[in-house]
């Protein structure tokens, strides 16, 4: 069974930095896709990060040049180093993984998601 656990959020101040990080049991990285995504308080899921197993790295807008997402493999950990947070960025924070069969069959996991609050 795969569980994807995140860690790091918490209070930080504005300009300041965190990194979260997943961690995934029960899967082997081989064919994948990682997302990172937020949701803010009342209002709709956001999509933050993706990383390709290929290496490519992709970022929404208001993220490009401050977040950088990452995966250990040897440690089955995914991460999210996120620079000069904003109090925008507040929100709770999903780690999620897309499992890519040989046969392109596609199963996606969600980890349970972890607070970050961006304030003084």
């Known amino acids: 069974e795969v569980q994807l656990v995140e860690s790091g959020g918490g209070l930080v101040q504005p300009g300041g930095s965190r990194t979260l990080s997943c961690a995934a049991s029960g899967f082997t990285f081989s064919n994948f896709v990682i997302n990172w995504a937020r949701q803010a308080p009342g209002k709709g899921l956001e999509w933050v990060s993706g990383?390709?197993?290929?290496?490519?790295?992709y970022y929404g807008n208001s993220m490009l040049g401050r977040f950088t997402i990452s995966v250990d493999k040897t440690k089955n950990t995914v991460s999210l180093q996120m620079n000069n947070l904003k109090p925008e960025d507040t929100a709770v924070y999903y780690c999620?993984?897309?499992?890519?069969?040989?046969?392109?069959?596609?199963?996606?996991?969600w980890g349970q998601g972890t607070q970050v609050t961006v304030s003084l």
């Open positions: 990383l390709y197993s290929d290496g490519k790295t």
């Open positions: 999620g993984i897309r499992d890519i069969s040989v046969l392109g069959r596609m199963r996606d996991y």
